[in-house]
C-alpha cells in the first residue's frame, strides 16, 4: 500500500498530490511516469513523476480529472493509500548541455515539464519557458517555472494573464527576435505539441515531445502504446516517453487516442450516476 501523504485541488479538476513511495523517489528521473491502481478493481493509468524528494521518499503528481479513474483518485485525500504504484517507468530525458533551450508546457503538460527545465538549467542551458493554459486560473507551476527559467513567458486562451493566445504564437515571436535556439521541448495536449512541431520543422529545431499513448502494463509487452516515429513503430512506454517531435505520426497518434471514447464515457458516466462508482444494480436509480 501507497499512503497518499498530500492532496490538494490545484484548479477546477485539476489535482496536486504527493505518494509516499521511497524505492520510486530514489531511482526517478525528470521525463519518467509511473503506473498506478487505486483498488483491487480498478484500472492502471500512467502519470508523470512531476516532482520528487529523496529524503521523505514521495512522489508528485498533478492530474486532470478526465474520467473514471482520475475522479475516483481526486476523492482520495491525505492518510488515504493506493494499492499500486509501479515505477518509474520509461527512459529518463536526455539532458545535454545545448545552449538556449525553449520548454513550452500546455495545460497540465507544465507539471511534467518542469523537472525537465530544471535539469537542463542544471546542465547549464539558458532556459526560455512558455506556459500556456486556458486562463490565469487554470496556470500551474508558475512559480516554480520561473525559478529554472531565464525567462518566462505566460500565454492564456483568454488573455487573462500574459500573452492573449497560444503557445506557439509566443514561440513564432522568440523566433523572429532573432533568438538562436538549439532544443525545443514541448509537452501538453497533442494538437499543441503537433503545433509546436509544425513551427519547429519550418526552421529545423531540434523538438522533444512526451507522448500520452494508451498504456496498460508500461514494461513494453502488450503494445497498446506503439506509436509511429520516423516511420518505425516503437512503444512510448519503453522506447519513450520522450520522442523526437518532428518525427512522430501525430494523426494516427490523436485517432488512437479516441479508440476507447465510447466506453471511456460509458464508464465515467456510469460511475457519476451510481454510489458505489460501478454502476451496480443494487445502487442504480
Ligand atoms: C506516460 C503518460 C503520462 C501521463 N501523465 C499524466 C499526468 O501527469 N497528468 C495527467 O493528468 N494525465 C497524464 N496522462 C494521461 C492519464 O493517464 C489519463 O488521463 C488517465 O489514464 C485517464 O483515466 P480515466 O479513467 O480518468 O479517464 P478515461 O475516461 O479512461 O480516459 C480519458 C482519456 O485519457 C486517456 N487514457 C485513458 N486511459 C489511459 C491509459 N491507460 N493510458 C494512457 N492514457 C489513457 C485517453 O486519451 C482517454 O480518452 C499520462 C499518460 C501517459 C501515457
Ligand atoms: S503499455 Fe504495453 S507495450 Fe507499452
Same mark, same amino acid.
Given at each position: ?7 490538494? @485541488? ?43 524528494? %529523496? ?39 536526455? *539532458? ?5 533551450? *525553449? ?112 498504456? *496498460? ?38 485517432? %488512437? @487516442? ?25 445502487? %442504480?436509480?
Amino acid at each position: 500500500m501507497y499512503k497518499i501523504t498530500y492532496a490538494e @485541488q490545484l484548479a477546477p479538476n485539476l489535482m496536486a498530490m504527493d505518494v509516499e513511495a521511497p524505492p520510486v523517489a530514489r531511482k526517478a528521473a525528470a521525463g519518467q511516469f509511473i503506473i498506478l491502481r487505486i483498488n483491487e478493481t480498478g484500472e492502471r493509468i500512467p502519470l508523470t513523476i512531476s516532482d520528487y524528494d %529523496r529524503e521523505k521518499g514521495t512522489i508528485s503528481l498533478i492530474f486532470q480529472v478526465v474520467g473514471k479513474t482520475t475522479a475516483l483518485l481526486a476523492a482520495l485525500r491525505g492518510g488515504d493509500t493506493i494499492l499500486d504504484f509501479a515505477g518509474p517507468l520509461g527512459l529518463a530525458t536526455e *539532458v545535454e548541455n545545448w545552449g538556449t533551450v *525553449v520548454c513550452i508546457g500546455g495545460g497540465v503538460g507544465t507539471a511534467p515539464i518542469y523537472p525537465q527545465a530544471r535539469a537542463f538549467k542544471a546542465a547549464g542551458n539558458k532556459i526560455i519557458s512558455i506556459v500556456g493554459s486556458r486562463n490565469a486560473d487554470s496556470l500551474i507551476y508558475e512559480d516554480k517555472m520561473a525559478a529554472v527559467s531565464d525567462e518566462l513567458i505566460i500565454a492564456t486562451d483568454d488573455g487573462s494573464k500574459g500573452h492573449h493566445g497560444f503557445v506557439t504564437q509566443v514561440l513564432q515571436k522568440i523566433i523572429d527576435r532573432g533568438e538562436k535556439i538549439d532544443h525545443v521541448v514541448a509537452i501538453g495536449p497533442l494538437p499543441m505539441m503537433r503545433a509546436v512541431c509544425h513551427i519547429t520543422k519550418e526552421y529545423n529545431l531540434k523538438t522533444s515531445v512526451s507522448l500520452n499513448a494508451i498504456m *496498460v502494463d508500461g514494461t513494453g509487452m502488450c503494445g497498446c502504446c506503439r506509436v509511429t516515429v520516423g516511420g518505425k513503430t516503437l512503444f512510448s512506454c519503453v522506447d519513450g516517453p520522450d520522442f523526437d517531435g518532428l518525427e512522430v505520426d501525430f494523426e494516427e497518434l490523436i485517432l %488512437r @487516442q479516441r479508440r476507447f471514447h465510447s466506453e471511456e464515457k460509458l464508464s465515467f458516466d456510469l460511475h457519476r450516476r451510481h454510489a458505489c462508482g460501478e454502476g451496480c444494480q443494487k445502487c %442504480r436509480k
